[in-house]
């Protein structure tokens, strides 16, 4: 614990215990996929570790497909407002679908994603996502998986990142407010 970044305030979840939730929300997936695999459908560029963890946590013949989308306007992200920068190869027309997230913040990126993808006529979609930060949601999200739900802290590594940088901390870290800062 005393090893890590020096733009990180404090580890909030180190890679034990990351590696510990995934394992345990993979063998809740496979249970309840046993009948049908899903596809799982991450969300670039934050997902990718999760998805990469969990995805090998699911004893089953899962499917690993990817989307990539962003806020229009001006670098505010809670417009709501969403556009598709890459879409999914896969046709989920009838497919049981599993949304794969890093975190959820306000849960507008999703509430977009969910109808988005309803809409292209699949069985079931549902969401996994290793973070949540009630705090700071803004619509109300139905999420089958949750790993973690964390106070309302700028949150790095695992995927997140603050402007492109941190993603590959193996840990989930609190930046130091300076970093951001003035
Ligand atoms: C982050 C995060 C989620 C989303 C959550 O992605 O990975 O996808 O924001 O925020 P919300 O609940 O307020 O919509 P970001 O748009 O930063 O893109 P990235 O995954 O490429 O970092
Ligand atoms: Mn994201
Ligand atoms: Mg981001």
């Keep these: 614990q005393t090893h890590h970044h020096p733009d990180v305030e404090r580890i909030l979840l180190d890679e034990q215990q990351i590696r510990e939730k995934v ?3 993979g063998e809740q997936i496979a ?14 560029k934050g997902a990718v570790m999760v998805m990469a963890d ?3 946590s699911i004893p089953l013949d899962v499917e690993m497909d990817w989307m990539a989308v962003s806020s229009y306007g001006s670098g505010t992200k809670s417009s709501g407002v969403v556009r598709i920068l890459k879409d999914l190869s ?6 049981r679908v599993l949304i794969v997230e890093d975190i959820i913040d306000s849960g507008l990126t ?7 993808l309803r809409s292209r006529g ?11 930060k009630p705090e700071a949601a803004r619509v109300e999200i139905d999420v089958k998986y949750v790993g973690f739900d964390i106070p ?11 402007s492109e940088a941190y993603r590959n901390l193996p840990y989930v870290g609190v930046l130091k407010r300076s970093v951001y800062e003035d």
């Excluded at 896969?90 to 497919?95: K, N, P, Y």
């Design 23 to 25: 394992t345990e929300l």
């Design 54 to 56: 969990l995805a090998r």
């Design 31 to 44: 249970a309840d996929y046993a009948d049908e695999p899903p596809i799982l459908v991450g969300v670039l």
């Design 90 to 95: 896969a046709d989920i027309d009838g497919r």
């Design 110 to 116: 999703l509430k977009w994603l969910l109808s988005n």
């Design 152 to 162: 309302n802290e700028f949150v790095i590594g695992y995927g997140l990142d603050f």
């Design 122 to 132: 699949p069985k079931s979609v549902e969401i996994c996502t290793l973070l949540r």
